[in-house]
């Protein structure tokens, strides 16, 4: 199956890529976000905000489905 997979701040940047810019990835079916992330070597711990298809999702094992557009944002520090 493939998704859209959209990586926002410093998520981008590490993965050298357009912050928000669509990024297609090619998936077995049935898999999970934690499988996506694992795809993408991104540890769990540096995703605050996860958005499937407009939907904030907090299911790390919710299955993903063909086409789903997925939004992937660190957690945000300042001062």
């Known amino acids: 199956m493939n998704v859209e ?4 701040a410093t998520l981008a940047r590490d993965a050298n890529v357009a912050a928000g810019s669509p990024v297609p990835v090619n998936l077995p079916d049935r898999s999970t976000l934690t499988e996506l992330l694992g795809l ?3 540890a ?3 995703i605050h905000l ?12 919710f299955p993903l489905v063909d086409g789903c557009r997925i939004g992937l944002f660190p957690p945000v520090g300042g001062g």
């Open 5 to 8: 997979v959209r990586l926002f």
């Open 50 to 61: 996860v958005i499937i298809d407009g939907r904030v999702m907090h299911e790390r094992f």
């Open 40 to 42: 993408l070597h991104i």
């Open 44 to 46: 769990e711990d540096r």
